[in-house]
Nanobody, 124 residues
Framework: QVQLVESGGGLVQAGTSLRLSCAAS????????MGWFRQAPGKEREFVAA????????VYADSVRGRFTISRDNGKNTVALQMNSLKLEDTARYYC?????????????????WGPGTQVTVSS
């Protein structure tokens, strides 16, 4: 089992940057593919980005590609989401998730463990 805790959320202005971090504990972190999802009020949870077990491969949602970067440090059991050029529509609660499949997946049902989330609010 894996426990995940996100941090780094906050209130920022549009056009600025924010870095989210997710700390994992439990089963060897390097065996999990990791992902970030987000959910805005009144909307379904949506995929943001995912990274392979070794950090070599990444996948992004079209809405964030070129602005967000996912990375991981298996030595520190952490995964990060660097968010640049933030837009109002990026406002949401962001969740870190771990997939025991070991493969990069963008479907939430393929993730086994979830953190409680961290709120990101982008203002004009």
């Amino acid at each position: 089992q894996v426990q995940l805790v996100e941090s780094g959320g906050g209130l920022v202005q549009a056009g600025t940057s924010l870095r989210l971090s997710c700390a994992a504990s439990g089963r060897p972190f390097s065996t999990y593919a990791m992902g970030w999802f987000r959910q805005a009020p009144g909307k379904e949870r949506e995929f943001v980005a995912a990274i392979s077990t070794n950090g070599v491969s990444t996948v992004y949602a079209d809405s964030v590609r070129g602005r967000f970067t996912i990375s991981r440090d298996n030595g520190k059991n952490t995964v990060a989401l660097q968010m640049n050029s933030l837009k109002l529509e990026d406002t949401a609660r962001y969740y870190c998730a771990a997939s025991s499949t070991g493969y990069i997946v963008s479907t939430s049902r393929r993730y086994d463990y979830w953190g409680p989330g961290t709120q990101v609010t982008v203002s004009s």
